[in-house]
Nanobody
Framework: QLQLVESGGGLVQPGGSLTLSCAAS????????IGWFRQVPGKEREAVSC????????HYSGSARGRFIMSSNVANSTAYLHIDSLKPEDTAVYYC??????????????????WGQGTQVTVSS
């Protein structure tokens, strides 16, 4: 079955770091675009980063650039999102998503049809 499962969220103090994981089943990561998105209650789900299927290039949103590092491991079908210097405004549910279409750009939630259940990240003292 095609499935994405996020993990690694939790309560973190400001300035801390964490790494989120997205385990993919039934998906060859090198043929899919994989993205990370986040959502705060009452706000739109926003793009964080993604890897485009066409060329494997990393893309970061303006808000994520500098403190977020996305990577993927094709062998174990897992994508990662490492976040440094966490801030309270990073608090959100973080989702991973996948899209099989051949694309060079992927920072758009409308392009993705397969989503994980999300993992909560809370940054607080």
């Amino acid at each position: 079955q095609l499935q994405l499962v996020e993990s690694g969220g939790g309560l973190v103090q400001p300035g801390g770091s964490l790494t989120l994981s997205c385990a993919a089943s039934g998906i060859a990561l090198d043929y899919w675009s994989i993205g990370w998105f986040r959502q705060v209650p009452g706000k739109e789900r926003e793009a964080v980063s993604c890897i485009s299927s066409a060329d494997g290039k990393l893309h970061y949103s303006g808000s994520a650039r500098g403190r977020f590092i996305m990577s993927s491991n094709v062998a174990n079908s897992t994508a990662y999102l490492h976040i440094d210097s966490l801030k309270p405004e990073d608090t959100a549910v973080y989702y991973c998503a996948a899209d099989r279409a051949f694309r060079y750009y992927c920072l758009d939630r409308g392009l993705f049809g397969l989503w994980g259940q999300g993992t909560q990240v809370t940054v607080s003292s």
